[in-house]
């Protein structure tokens, strides 16, 4: 018995201390972590140190676009650790971005006029940032009163000031900004605070409004249906409200993303997605929507020899009715209709020839079915026949272009063959290839982006850019080429001029495509794009774009697409998680003000800002 026992024991014990073994095993994994945790809150001390500095810096850079954006910036990053801080660098931020949109609006109307002197009347511009709207987007996610504080010196610097940014050509400034930042705010789901920014600028019909509430009934129809009915009965009774506010209206219900407004000799379109969806709203609604438009559209017209109304305004209020006229025969009550058609009658003897005469694709947009691509374009072809001279040809022959551009076609490129201005010819050849080329990478189609960057009209930052994209998008497949492509848009990046900033937006754009193809090589990558930014006074490290222009007779065309790749933030932030004080002391190479400052709060974010799942 005594063995027995004493073998128990000995057993028991060996028990107890395996169990208390395993139990405490853990402990080494645990210290670990909080040896982690402890390097981790470290290094967020020494970022939000970058930052302090970096903000006494920002304090006096000469640049006050990059004066505003650092500021703010910084602001925001530091703002969940030193919300007073942060209020103060916001207040900084705005008064540099009150003189730089300043500047940036003469600017811009100098350019206008400049283009319109040589063109007889027509432009095609660039808009300048709106660095009040930047500022202010930052604030109000932190604090509404804030928020109210900017919006109301906007209310009182330009009360009367219609915006030249918008679309909305009623809205002024102070509206237009609280609409764009209310529209910010339902993008991270904040509706109610977004109503409440949005409130004070509902009252007025612009393309901006009718945006916000098309967006908003994404979200909750409820609220958004009832902002916009009581938007319709107050324009029902405004005599400012005019036929275009009609068109606009409609938009929300019939076309919400499409709008469409005539002028005397044109018309202005926008249009936000392919596919034309109308909104399923109650009966009450679109019936309130047919009495507001009938109480503008039938407001009586003028006499013969008065001019209460342009000629201009005569012809829009044609043109608007003429579009309007299939949704009243549709749903709206007969008498009603029957007004219209009269109202359009008597309109019909005023309005010039060419009103009348009218019968282009726009007049039917989103209204009737659009007619089949191969039907317009033999309508075109048709055109064509019967030309009588060569500057028309060659409208025509853009127009066609200009369809096949629409649906991808390599086909625009022979098309473009048959203009016969040289001049216009050669804009509008580099005008498609470029086009095509972002359209095949966009639709992760390499093989025909590189078809193209062999044969085709491209600059080389073009091509630098559009070789990376494609290296990304063949490494899965064959990651030979993908690294070939890599040094192929390095070789046209070093064909830049050195003093061009187009040549560090495309080293960067390689880099950024080396940290997916070759992460080994991204830091020599990413130091190739520092050295050539300090030869580039003009570089900035963010605002990468392509620009593709067309400015020909009767016919212009700016498109402007933001190109991420050629920004510092994104390869700054991943090189902060590799390495935290290599990625700083890379930053500090910058020369220049604009890139140092972007790779310094890219960084700083990577360590501030919560992981992203």
């Given at each position: 018995?005594?063995?027995?026992?004493?073998?128990?024991?000995?057993?028991?014990?060996?028990?107890?201390?395996?169990?208390?073994?395993?139990?405490?095993?853990?402990?080494?994994?645990?210290?670990?972590?909080?040896?982690?945790?402890?390097?981790?809150?470290?290094?967020?001390?020494?970022?939000?140190?970058?930052?302090?500095?970096?903000?006494?810096?920002?304090?006096?850079?000469?640049?006050?676009?990059?004066?505003?954006?650092?500021?703010?910036?910084?602001?925001?990053?530091?703002?969940?650790?030193?919300?007073?801080?942060?209020?103060?660098?916001?207040?900084?931020?705005?008064?540099?971005?009150?003189?730089?949109?300043?500047?940036?609006?003469?600017?811009?109307?100098?350019?206008?006029?400049?283009?319109?002197?040589?063109?007889?009347?027509?432009?095609?511009?660039?808009?300048?940032?709106?660095?009040?709207?930047?500022?202010?987007?930052?604030?109000?996610?932190?604090?509404?009163?804030?928020?109210?504080?900017?919006?109301?010196?906007?209310?009182?610097?330009?009360?009367?000031?219609?915006?030249?940014?918008?679309?909305?050509?009623?809205?002024?400034?102070?509206?237009?900004?609280?609409?764009?930042?209310?529209?910010?705010?339902?993008?991270?789901?904040?509706?109610?605070?977004?109503?409440?920014?949005?409130?004070?600028?509902?009252?007025?019909?612009?393309?901006?409004?009718?945006?916000?509430?098309?967006?908003?009934?994404?979200?909750?129809?409820?609220?958004?249906?009832?902002?916009?009915?009581?938007?319709?009965?107050?324009?029902?009774?405004?005599?400012?409200?005019?036929?275009?506010?009609?068109?606009?209206?409609?938009?929300?219900?019939?076309?919400?993303?499409?709008?469409?407004?005539?002028?005397?000799?044109?018309?202005?379109?926008?249009?936000?997605?392919?596919?034309?969806?109308?909104?399923?709203?109650?009966?009450e609604l679109r019936n309130a929507f047919f009495q507001a438009a009938a109480a503008i559209l039938l407001r009586p017209l003028p006499a013969p020899g008065q001019q209460d109304q342009s000629p201009s305004d005569l012809n829009s209020k044609y043109m608007v009715i003429k579009r309007m006229l299939p949704l009243f025969e549709q749903s709206a009550p007969a008498e009603m209709v029957e007004l219209l058609r009269g109202q359009l009658n008597a309109l019909n003897a005023i309005v010039s020839d060419n009103t009348r005469q009218r019968d282009d694709e726009w007049v039917n947009k989103g209204i009737k079915p659009d007619k089949p691509a191969e039907e317009r374009e033999q309508e075109l072809l048709d055109r064509i026949d019967r030309a009588k001279t060569s500057e028309e040809r060659d409208r025509l022959y853009l127009q066609l272009v200009f369809l096949a551009l629409s649906k991808g076609e390599m086909r625009a490129r022979d098309l473009v063959s048959k203009v016969e201005d040289a001049e216009q010819r050669k804009q509008a050849q580099t005008y498609v290839d470029v086009t095509l080329t972002a359209h095949f990478v966009s639709k992760k189609q390499p093989d025909q982006a590189l078809e193209l960057i062999r044969k085709g009209d491209l600059s080389h930052i073009h091509k630098a850019w559009a070789l990376s994209e494609c290296a990304k998008l063949l490494d899965k497949t064959d990651h030979q080429k993908a690294l070939d492509l890599i040094d192929d848009a390095a070789d046209e990046a070093r064909r830049i001029e050195g003093s061009d900033p187009a040549a560090p937006r495309a080293l960067v754009a390689v880099a950024n495509a080396v940290k997916v193809v070759a992460p080994e090589r991204v830091w020599d990558a990413t130091f190739d794009a520092v050295k050539a930014a300090n030869s580039a006074e003009g570089f900035t490290g963010e605002d990468g774009r392509l620009v593709m222009k067309f400015e020909g007779k009767g016919q212009r065309s700016i498109r402007t697409d933001g190109v991420s790749e050629f920004n510092l933030d994104g390869i700054f932030r991943d090189l902060a998680t590799r390495d935290y004080d290599r990625a700083v002391e890379l930053a500090r190479g910058f020369q220049g003000e604009g890139p140092r400052a972007v790779a310094t709060i890219a960084i700083a974010r990577a360590i501030l800002e919560p992981k992203k799942k």
């Amino acid at each position: 018995m005594k063995q027995f026992l004493l073998v128990s024991c000995l057993l028991f014990t060996a028990t107890v201390t395996k169990a208390q073994v395993a139990k405490t095993a853990p402990q080494p994994k645990s210290a670990a972590m909080t040896e982690e945790e402890l390097k981790a809150r470290q290094r967020r001390v020494r970022a939000r140190a970058l930052l302090v500095s970096l903000s006494t810096d920002a304090r006096t850079f000469q640049d006050l676009t990059l004066r505003a954006r650092s500021l703010a910036r910084i602001a925001d990053a530091l703002w969940p650790v030193d919300a007073e801080q942060g209020r103060l660098l916001f207040r900084k931020a705005w008064e540099a971005a009150e003189v730089a949109d300043q500047e940036s609006d003469r600017k811009q109307q100098e350019e206008i006029n400049r283009q319109k002197a040589r063109t007889g009347g027509g432009f095609a511009v660039e808009t300048p940032p709106n660095l009040r709207r930047e500022v202010l987007k930052l604030a109000a996610r932190h604090d509404r009163i804030l928020g109210e504080e900017f919006l109301e010196k906007l209310k009182t610097e330009a009360a009367n000031t219609v915006t030249s940014r918008s679309p909305s050509a009623r809205l002024t400034e102070s509206q237009s900004q609280r609409i764009e930042l209310a529209k910010e705010l339902l993008q991270t789901d904040d509706i109610e605070r977004a109503l409440q920014f949005a409130g004070p600028a509902l009252t007025v019909v612009s393309q901006g409004t009718i945006v916000f509430l098309v967006e908003l009934r994404a979200k909750n129809a409820a609220a958004a249906d009832a902002a916009y009915s009581a938007l319709l009965t107050s324009s029902a009774l405004n005599p400012q409200a005019d036929a275009n506010s009609v068109s606009m209206l409609s938009s929300y219900i019939f076309t919400p993303q499409l709008f469409v407004t005539f002028s005397g000799t044109g018309v202005a379109t926008s249009q936000t997605s392919a596919t034309i969806t109308p909104a399923n709203v109650t009966p009450e609604l679109r019936n309130a929507f047919f009495q507001a438009a009938a109480a503008i559209l039938l407001r009586p017209l003028p006499a013969p020899g008065q001019q209460d109304q342009s000629p201009s305004d005569l012809n829009s209020k044609y043109m608007v009715i003429k579009r309007m006229l299939p949704l009243f025969e549709q749903s709206a009550p007969a008498e009603m209709v029957e007004l219209l058609r009269g109202q359009l009658n008597a309109l019909n003897a005023i309005v010039s020839d060419n009103t009348r005469q009218r019968d282009d694709e726009w007049v039917n947009k989103g209204i009737k079915p659009d007619k089949p691509a191969e039907e317009r374009e033999q309508e075109l072809l048709d055109r064509i026949d019967r030309a009588k001279t060569s500057e028309e040809r060659d409208r025509l022959y853009l127009q066609l272009v200009f369809l096949a551009l629409s649906k991808g076609e390599m086909r625009a490129r022979d098309l473009v063959s048959k203009v016969e201005d040289a001049e216009q010819r050669k804009q509008a050849q580099t005008y498609v290839d470029v086009t095509l080329t972002a359209h095949f990478v966009s639709k992760k189609q390499p093989d025909q982006a590189l078809e193209l960057i062999r044969k085709g009209d491209l600059s080389h930052i073009h091509k630098a850019w559009a070789l990376s994209e494609c290296a990304k998008l063949l490494d899965k497949t064959d990651h030979q080429k993908a690294l070939d492509l890599i040094d192929d848009a390095a070789d046209e990046a070093r064909r830049i001029e050195g003093s061009d900033p187009a040549a560090p937006r495309a080293l960067v754009a390689v880099a950024n495509a080396v940290k997916v193809v070759a992460p080994e090589r991204v830091w020599d990558a990413t130091f190739d794009a520092v050295k050539a930014a300090n030869s580039a006074e003009g570089f900035t490290g963010e605002d990468g774009r392509l620009v593709m222009k067309f400015e020909g007779k009767g016919q212009r065309s700016i498109r402007t697409d933001g190109v991420s790749e050629f920004n510092l933030d994104g390869i700054f932030r991943d090189l902060a998680t590799r390495d935290y004080d290599r990625a700083v002391e890379l930053a500090r190479g910058f020369q220049g003000e604009g890139p140092r400052a972007v790779a310094t709060i890219a960084i700083a974010r990577a360590i501030l800002e919560p992981k992203k799942k």
